[in-house]
């Protein structure tokens, strides 16, 4: 397909779906930045600089960035340590310097090592903390804004939800609940011929329109506006220009500002890949994102967001997934939304400030549910407990604790279930027995490590004696050193004490493994060719079973 053609060939929906995103990105860029303690516009100006300079930078077609809630704790202790918010933005500098740098050491392909499972159950997990996360907006309960929703953040509480739910303002339920029931029609064959207008949009439009007539009405349920977007309205372009802070350059003499910008870039970078890869997965034309590129992308991004008084950014699941729900083709959709938060900040952010904030909550609900939906749990299921398990787990575990920690607990117990399966099949066998002996075949693995020492050391202690083996290396891409020397000493020593003959096949010279008969040798010496031997196959544990109960 023509370049030019695959990204402008889409633009209607990719503009429509850069007004959604701009919209859920908007309260999200401000929330973000009042949770880190920073200026409420910075946390806009990182919104700009993610979609407009790294989403043309990027590789990806559907991946939106901007100020992410992983990062809040670590922003929030940075400028409190830093005491000064002029001097936190050399840090954000430094850590774009140092993504672009790992991007040139090809540092992307971590992404490629995290299990499908895992990433599943980010997104599953991602979905669930957007449900618990936006009830309080969705039923206009303000004082729960230090729940704010995030990509990853802390975990959340159970009490707040609760009171959320016992304070409920019915202007705002009335306005999530109709944006609900919308977005579930919109997906029926009814509206169809509506799909072209998307959901998202209209839901929005309905929740400024039903909150005008409460306030027209004079109703109790009319909404405030703490329940309202809420963006800084400058009176002048001065005025706006003057929301923008350059950097203390005295910073960059500090140790503090090093250290943290090298804390910044790593989680932001590690964060950036794990939701380039749920993105990936998300997107319904299957493209693949360069990772190393977008590293790079990232890593300029951040340096201009330093440079203009920004917000460290990352790629975000939740404004990615919201842009990929909203009908996104290409990169066209997130570089909109960024000119959107530009513009509308500077001309119309009063306009802005009457969207409610429940008709939002109403997007993301939806959006995080589309995340965890039963189909994905089914198809974890169907795959067997090696899958199932370690996508409960990091669900789980992302709604909590945070991203990075549900991530590094479905891993370690990937690691685990990859370390039992290579210990449970070291080898596959095939055992005949004939009237003059057994003669057994042991085929190893590609892989053999230490893990499989025990089994193999426990296998070879149980050939029967006056028997013949023959051990096929074949296939084998690398043997254990341990192994090795369970293998050499079987043959010189336990095989003779036994009278086993034993045939090594297929070893690698650098094994320097003992000299033995050969497999037609061994087979030759032990056959009767009119004589139909007993057969048997299959893996270790079959085997040692077989040997055991022989010997009883």
């Given at each position: 397909m023509n370049q030019n053609k695959s990204i402008f060939g889409y633009i209607k929906r990719d503009a429509l779906a850069g007004l959604i995103v701009f919209l859920i990105a908007l309260p999200l860029c401000l929330g973000i930045a009042q949770a880190s303690g920073a200026p409420l516009f910075s946390g806009v100006v990182a919104g700009i600089v993610g979609g407009i300079v790294i989403g043309a930078l990027s590789g990806s077609a559907l991946s939106v960035v901007g100020p992410a809630a992983g990062l809040t704790a670590i922003v929030l202790a940075a400028i409190s340590d830093l005491k000064a918010f002029d001097i936190f933005l050399c840090a954000v500098i430094v850590a774009g310097a140092l993504q672009m740098l790992f991007g040139f050491l090809k540092a992307g392909s971590f992404s490629n090592y995290i299990p499908s499972s895992v990433i599943e159950g980010m997104l599953a997990g991602i979905g669930l903390t957007i449900i618990i996360k936006q009830i309080p907006d969705a039923v206009g309960f303000d004082q729960a804004k230090k729940a704010i929703m995030s990509d990853s953040d802390d975990g959340f509480s159970m009490d707040t939800i609760n009171l959320a739910l016992s304070h409920v303002e019915w202007g705002a339920a009335l306005i999530s609940i109709l944006g609900l029931?919308?977005?579930?029609?919109?997906?029926?064959?009814?509206?169809?011929?509506?799909?072209?207008?998307?959901?998202?949009?209209?839901?929005?439009?309905?929740?400024?329109?039903?909150?005008?007539?409460?306030?027209?009405?004079?109703?109790?349920?009319?909404?405030?506006?703490?329940?309202?977007?809420?963006?800084?309205v400058a009176s002048s372009f001065q005025e706006f220009i003057g929301h923008f802070t350059l950097p203390n350059w005295e910073g960059f003499k500090q140790a503090k500002v090093w250290e943290i910008g090298a804390i910044i870039a790593v989680v932001a970078s590690i964060e950036t890949l794990l939701c380039i890869e749920a993105t990936d997965k998300l997107d319904p034309m299957k493209r693949y994102t360069p990772t190393n590129r977008e590293l790079k992308a990232q890593g300029i991004g951040n340096m201009v967001s330093g440079l203009i008084g920004g917000l460290p950014v990352t790629s975000v699941i939740v404004r990615s997934s919201a842009n990929i729900n909203a009908g996104a083709r290409t990169k066209m959709s997130t570089i909109i939304h960024g000119m959107l938060l530009l513009v509308c900040a500077a001309s119309i952010p009063w306009l802005l400030n009457l969207i409610p904030k429940a008709a939002l909550a109403a997007i993301l609900i939806y959006t995080g549910y589309r995340l965890c939906n039963p189909k994905s749990i089914k198809h974890m299921w169907d795959g067997g407990w090696t899958q199932f398990v370690p996508y409960v787990a990091t669900a789980l575990a992302v709604v909590g604790l945070d991203l990075l920690k549900g991530v590094g607990i479905g891993l370690l117990i990937s690691i685990f279930y990859i370390l039992r399966q290579n210990m449970r099949i070291p080898f596959y066998y095939i055992r005949n027995t004939y009237k003059a002996g057994d003669l057994v075949k042991l085929t190893l693995a590609q892989e053999v490590s230490f893990l499989n020492k025990a089994s193999i050391k426990e296998t070879l202690d149980n050939i029967p004696a006056n028997s013949s083996l023959i051990i096929d290396a074949s296939l084998t891409e690398y043997i254990d050193f341990d192994v090795l020397d369970i293998i050499k000493e079987f043959h010189s020593i336990k095989a003779q004490e036994k009278n086993i003959t034993v045939s090594l096949v297929g070893f690698k010279e650098e094994y320097k493994v003992p000299k033995s008969a050969s497999e037609r040798e061994v087979v030759h010496a032990l056959v009767d060719e009119n004589e139909s031997p007993r057969r048997s196959s299959g893996t270790y544990t079959d085997l040692l079973e077989q040997l055991k109960n022989d010997k009883n």
């Open positions: 029931v919308l977005l579930v029609l919109w997906q029926t064959k009814w509206f169809r011929k509506l799909s072209l207008v998307p959901s998202g949009l209209v839901v929005v439009v309905v929740g400024v329109i039903i909150n005008a007539v409460l306030i027209s009405n004079g109703s109790v349920h009319a909404l405030e506006d703490t329940h309202l977007v809420s963006l800084p």
